[in-house]
């Protein structure tokens, strides 16, 4: 894993605003695990964050926007995704999706009520910003 130390406390930061506090299996909201977190010397003031997001049985996340572009894929199982104005989607393992910044992300949420689903998350952003952000609607 790929973390520079002096940056750890702020991805971890970051990553639990991202997930809410990291619930028990079953419980609450998805699980989310940093992979890697990197300052863009190639774009000043960005940075990008990669984690792998996890959904129990039945399991969704609240609505919420991110504040910065989004792309993810769908490592295990199935999962519903509802991003803007369009329609709600299932997304399967292999398939994957773009979201743009400050999109409204209505529906995110495990399709199964029997199986988990993993993603994995990329994602753009200004340094310093703010990974999730409830949706207030």
Do not use: C
């Not at 750890?8 to 890697?36: D, K, N, R, W, Y």
């Not at 129990?56 to 295990?76: D, F, I, K, N, R």
């Not at 999706?97 to 495990?110: G, I, L, M």
């Amino acid at each position: 894993m790929k973390i520079r130390t002096s940056f750890a406390p702020v991805l971890f930061s970051a990553l639990l605003t991202l997930a809410g506090v990291a619930a028990a299996h079953g419980a609450g909201e998805e699980t989310v695990t940093p992979l890697q977190h990197e300052l863009l010397r190639e774009l000043p003031g960005k940075q990008a964050v990669m984690a792998v997001v996890a959904y129990q049985p039945g399991q969704a996340s609240t609505p919420h926007q991110h504040g910065g572009t989004v792309m993810a894929y769908v490592l295990e199982g199935s999962v519903v995704s509802q991003v803007g104005d369009q329609p709600a989607t299932t997304f399967h393992a292999g398939q994957s999706w773009v979201e743009t910044p400050h999109a409204p992300h209505r529906v995110s949420r495990n399709a199964s009520q029997t199986r988990p689903a993993r993603l994995l998350v990329w994602l753009l952003m200004d340094e310093g910003g703010q990974v999730k952000q409830p949706l207030a609607e």
